[in-house]
């Protein structure tokens, strides 16, 4: 296996792009946004009460700091409502702190893509605050340090104290990588060295419910370099779903040997003996991102072996067309192989966005083209569409067909909303589209000792250690690109051949491809033009997707596409396309001639006969635009 590391935020800068205005969104519209959600100030909304329970557990510090007691409230509840607890206990849901670590995370790229002096200073006294409300020995819970700190670390299995603590170390560390100040930094590594003390060799052989503290340790060791962050991720790793299962020692309960238990958690089985991915989806990538990063780090072949059994069984089986995963509302999680139903997805956006930290994460280990494919499915179709145009309103599950009356009346459909939402009690989706988004231009390159690989055809700059590398990128429209490359010694440049491209042209000839990658030597300051020629596709289904038989979707580049209900009327499923279409391309929307049945009469059976159809022409929108212009109806995939 390979060690790579991709290139930081701070060394590539994306120049205006189809990202960049994305990233100027984020900025301009989901940063502040978010920041009033936190504070209560979104009217109509859900009260978030984060900030509200940072100010309750400073307090309550600081009075237990001057020996005054302070109120003990249950710790019993994975959602704390005025309805069901005290005025002056801990509000929202357990993991509602996580909501404040990931806009400070988000906010820090931000800051890098663009200086905003006003923005440092409220992540400046974002933080202040979160080191007012973290405990004298580096404990940072806000549920536990208001209701009862006698009860921490207890119920590992539901109640997300790990869960936070991932979040606040890895908005840590994009806090101290992007502005150099050690404020957050310090904050989580005092809770990391409790927690390595607590979780440590000789402490409790505990993990959470919830994976993201293994990452998050992982990006603290990359921060400070210290070891014992290191030694606390692999313990969290390999002692997951080893017997006696430790959730079961935490409620005095035992599982049988021949039966297994927490698949839900990804804790059913060792790490090493997981090879297929199963249970809560995001919790899911979360884990697996960590134990990429774990093997590669400590070259653990065996690990490895894991995380690409679960990749390919994610990607090859369980993903929809769009990159959404997690099929089923039921415990949100991953179902069966080949089982992806179109209007009762979940295919939440926080798992997408998961998706692509996995993906990244394996590309540094194993130089294959096939992760940077499946992220960028997911890039440019689910995760988009999680976030509204104007970036004002949010999806959280991302259906491929949408019927916006059955939605309110057919309980299996409650997950799915037909429009955006402005905000949720529960908002892990928004500010992790909104982290992601922003910290795209880490995605763009990986760097062995001696390759450059480009992963993402963004128009950018980039300072690598191998070579000085500027984009001119029309990759979406054209599928053009001119790559200008300064290397700083003898070098090769790899070039990811996108999944969708089967006619691709290099200005420099014979170029060695291996693994989806086209590679060049570079001895010289060099321009390479590329060209990867998008075209529209009609795309099929594995036929054991039952769903889907006789049906197609259409693609161009890395877009899927979708019919809506305000371009081509009512009934989609009652649309088909012709055979042999023609299709035409205004630059973004595609046209294609193609069949409506007439409606029937009022008779719900009746001797078949051929239906009559009428021409029609299509139009298609990109996925990630659909329900921009009110509620309406929406199909992906349409009958041939
Ligand atoms: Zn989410």
């Keep these: 296996?390979?060690?790579?590391?991709?290139?930081?935020?701070?060394?590539?800068?994306?120049?205006?792009?189809?990202?960049?205005?994305?990233?100027?969104?984020?900025?301009?519209?989901?940063?502040?946004?978010?920041?009033?959600?936190?504070?209560?100030?979104?009217?109509?909304?859900?009260?978030?009460?984060?900030?509200?329970?940072?100010?309750?557990?400073?307090?309550?510090?600081?009075?237990?700091?001057?020996?005054?007691?302070?109120?003990?409230?249950?710790?019993d509840?994975?959602?704390?409502?005025?309805?069901?607890?005290?005025?002056?206990?801990?509000?929202?849901?357990?993991?509602?702190?996580?909501?404040?670590?990931?806009?400070?995370?988000?906010?820090?790229?931000?800051?890098?893509?663009r200086p905003d002096k006003e923005l440092e200073k409220a992540v400046d006294n974002a933080i202040e605050l979160i080191g007012k409300a973290a405990e004298n020995d580096g404990y940072c819970d806000t549920l536990y340090t208001i209701n009862n700190p006698s009860a921490r670390f207890e119920n590992l299995r539901d109640f997300h104290e790990l869960y936070c603590f991932g979040h606040l170390a890895e908005a840590a560390c994009a806090h101290f990588n992007v502005t150099g100040k050690r404020t957050l930094l310090d904050i989580a590594a005092r809770f990391a060295d409790l927690i390595c003390e607590v979780f440590g060799e000789n402490g409790k052989a505990g993990y959470g419910g919830h994976p993201i503290a293994e990452e998050g340790m992982l990006k603290l060791y990359e921060a400070t370099g210290r070891k014992a962050y290191l030694d606390t991720a692999r313990l969290l790793i390999n002692r997951r779903g080893t017997r006696p299962y430790y959730f079961d020692i935490e409620r005095g309960e035992s599982t049988p040997e021949n039966r297994t238990k927490y698949e839900y958690n990804q804790a059913h089985l060792p790490v090493r003996e997981q090879k297929e991915a199963v249970g809560h989806a995001v919790r899911a990538v979360y884990l697996y991102t960590a134990m990429a990063d774990l093997a590669r780090i400590d070259e653990d072949e065996k690990l490895f072996d894991s995380c690409k059994a679960l990749f390919d069984?994610?990607?090859?089986?369980?993903?929809?067309i769009t990159g959404g995963i997690g099929s089923t509302k039921d415990g949100e999680a991953f179902k069966y192989a080949y089982d992806l139903p179109n209007a009762t997805a979940y295919a939440e956006s926080c798992a997408a966005v998961g998706l692509i930290f996995f993906a990244r994460r394996m590309m540094q280990a194993d130089f294959n083209s096939k992760y940077f494919n499946a992220a960028e499915r997911s890039l440019y179709n689910c995760v988009l569409a999680g976030m509204a145009e104007d970036g004002k309103s949010f999806f959280y599950t991302n259906p491929?067909?949408?019927?916006?009356?059955?939605?309110?009346?057919?309980?299996?459909?409650?997950?799915?909303?037909?429009?955006?939402?402005?905000?949720?009690?529960?908002?892990?989706?928004?500010?992790n589209i909104a982290r992601l988004i922003s910290d795209l231009s880490e995605y763009c390159f990986t760097e062995s000792d001696n390759t450059v690989f480009i992963n993402m055809y963004e128009s950018c700059t980039a300072d690598c250690r191998l070579a000085k590398i500027d984009i001119d990128s029309d990759y979406l429209n054209s599928g053009r690109v001119i790559i200008k490359i300064k290397p700083k010694k003898p070098a090769k440049i790899a070039f990811r051949i996108p999944e969708w491209c089967d006619n691709f042209e290099f200005s420099v000839k014979n170029p060695f491809i291996k693994d989806g990658y086209?590679?060049?030597?570079?001895?010289?300051?060099?321009?390479?033009?590329?060209?990867?020629?998008?075209?529209?596709?009609?795309?099929?289904?594995n036929s054991r997707v039952r769903e889907n038989t006789g049906k197609v979707a259409v693609t161009r580049g890395?877009?899927?596409?979708?019919?809506?209900?305000?371009?081509?009327?009512?009934?989609?499923?009652?649309?088909?396309?012709?055979?042999?279409?023609?299709?035409?391309?205004?630059?973004?929307?595609?046209?294609?001639?193609?069949?409506?049945?007439?409606?029937?009469?009022?008779?719900?059976?009746?001797?078949?006969?051929a239906p009559r159809e009428k021409l029609v022409r299509l139009k298609f929108i990109p996925y990630y635009k659909w329900a921009n212009r009110g509620e309406n109806k929406m199909t992906v995939y349409i009958r041939l």
């Excluded at 309805?83 to 929202?92: E, L, Q």
């Excluded at 010289?524 to 795309?539: D, H, L, S, V, Y």
């Design 518 to 541: 086209a590679y060049f030597e570079i001895d010289g300051a060099q321009t390479i033009e590329a060209n990867f020629n998008p075209r529209i596709k009609i795309m099929k289904c």
């Design 313 to 320: 069984d994610i990607t090859k089986r369980k993903m929809y």
């Design 77 to 113: 509840k994975w959602h704390y409502t005025d309805d069901n607890s005290a005025p002056g206990a801990f509000k929202g849901w357990v993991f509602q702190d996580s909501d404040l670590y990931k806009w400070i995370e988000a906010a820090s790229y931000s800051l890098q893509n």
């Design 558 to 609: 890395p877009f899927v596409y979708c019919l809506e209900e305000k371009d081509n009327g009512s009934d989609l499923h009652l649309l088909r396309l012709a055979k042999s279409p023609k299709f035409s391309f205004d630059g973004e929307n595609i046209f294609a001639n193609g069949y409506r049945q007439e409606p029937d009469g009022e008779a719900l059976y009746s001797e078949y006969k």
């Design 400 to 431: 491929l067909e949408a019927e916006p009356k059955t939605l309110v009346l057919d309980g299996r459909r409650s997950h799915i909303k037909p429009v955006r939402q402005k905000w949720f009690d529960c908002a892990c989706c928004p500010p």
């Design 1 to 75: 296996m390979q060690n790579a590391k991709t290139i930081k935020n701070s060394n590539v800068k994306i120049k205006n792009s189809f990202w960049k205005e994305k990233q100027e969104l984020v900025r301009k519209e989901v940063i502040p946004y978010q920041r009033k959600a936190l504070e209560d100030g979104v009217g109509g909304a859900e009260p978030s009460r984060c900030m509200e329970n940072f100010k309750k557990a400073a307090k309550a510090k600081e009075q237990r700091n001057r020996r005054i007691d302070t109120p003990v409230y249950p710790t």
